[in-house]
């Protein structure tokens, strides 16, 4: 033990006569320079050693946001709760986008979305099995979404813009929907969006208030 803080002194000693002889920023260059000149070498002495370490942080951090994912999603899972059953509507969802590939010249992304969670009404079926890694670039209306922002209405008006999305709202039972994109500042996140089935009609200022709040709360949850 002495002579470990012997050894410590004595380094110490000499770290201060650096400081004293080449002043204090160039004193932290060399200090920097050392540590640096050490690192290297440990990684060419022991590259096992090192690349385990970077593995063990990079499973914390794994580790870390799954744990966030789980929370997350059963945070959201309750709001659209609240939101389907405070709007009487039929089905509440998060659709969220990926990339799954790119294009092989421009590497321009080709855009998909899952619907990730779904909470239904009484005697109505879940469709989001439906809706999992679709192509955006299909849909028409979903890049009309995304310009303006959100749309809540009937079904039948979506028909003129996308006849294959007006078709498959149809197969659903779907009679209105609301929808609104989600952003994480400039970036898209996804959307949420509530389902009136059959013959049943949404309160268009109501449902308006309420998605928007829901969608900010959602929008922050994801971002993180």
């Not at 405070?86 to 969802?93: C, E, K, M, P």
């Not at 959307?191 to 049943?200: A, H, P, R, T």
Request: with cysteine; net charge neutral; glycine share 6%.
């Amino acid at each position: 033990m002495e002579q470990k803080i012997e050894k410590g002194i004595g380094w110490l000693e000499r770290l201060l006569k650096m400081e004293e002889k080449y002043g204090f920023f160039r004193f932290l260059r060399v200090l920097l320079l050392l540590l640096l000149t050490g690192f290297v070498i440990l990684t060419i002495t022991n590259p096992r050693y090192v690349l385990d370490k970077i593995e063990s942080i990079q499973t914390a951090q794994h580790n870390e946001s799954v744990v966030k994912r789980i929370q997350a999603d059963a945070d959201i899972r309750l709001m659209l709760h609240h939101l389907l059953h405070t709007l009487n509507a039929d089905r509440a969802w998060l659709i969220e986008l990926h990339n799954g590939s790119k294009n092989l010249s421009s590497g321009l992304p080709f855009l998909y979305g899952d619907m990730r969670i779904e909470v239904v009404a009484d005697s109505i079926s879940n469709v989001d099995d439906e809706y999992i890694n679709f192509q955006l670039s299909k849909y028409p209306f979903i890049g009309k979404l995304f310009d303006d922002g959100f749309y809540w209405g009937s079904v039948d008006a979506i028909r003129e813009i996308d006849e294959r999305m007006y078709f498959k709202f149809k197969s659903n039972s779907v009679n209105e929907v609301a929808i609104l994109a989600l952003y994480a500042g400039e970036r898209p996140l996804g959307v949420i969006g509530l389902s009136f089935c059959n013959d049943k009609h949404m309160d268009a200022a109501a449902v308006g208030k309420a998605i928007r709040k829901c969608g900010i709360q959602v929008a922050t949850l994801l971002s993180k």
